[in-house]
């Protein structure tokens, strides 16, 4: 699984329905490979943010390369990239068990 599936996975709550493409059960729509590319795409990459500001992070960023869901931290040569990178992170963190009660969250 990569940071892309992990993250539509364990923090957008999308399923895999098939190879090429998840299934958004609060919207009713399939989202495809092509549709949602955070790493390359930064209004992608906002929604990654704007669902974790709903588990409760505080997003911040030096508006380039880094950015950072409260003392969680990821860099990157685009800002995109470093979302991605930083809810990887947090993906990462908590699969590890280092953050039970975010896990808890994220499930």
């Known amino acids: 699984m990569n940071k892309t599936d992990s993250i539509a996975r364990r923090i957008l709550g999308w399923k ?3 190879w090429d493409r998840w ?16 790493e390359k795409n930064l209004d992608h990459a906002m929604r ?9 992070y505080t997003f911040h960023t030096n ?12 860099t990157g040569a ?10 990887y992170s947090i993906i990462e963190m908590t699969a590890n068990g280092h953050c039970p009660r975010t896990w808890e969250r994220l499930c």
């Open 23 to 38: 299934y958004d059960y609060e919207k009713r729509t399939f989202i495809y490979d092509h549709e949602f590319q955070p």
């Open 78 to 87: 685009t800002l995109s990239q470093a979302i991605t990178n930083a809810a």
């Open 16 to 18: 895999l329905n098939r």
């Open 63 to 74: 508006g380039v390369s880094e950015a950072r869901f409260n003392d969680i931290r990821g």
């Open 48 to 56: 990654i943010v704007e669902r974790l500001k709903e588990f409760g």
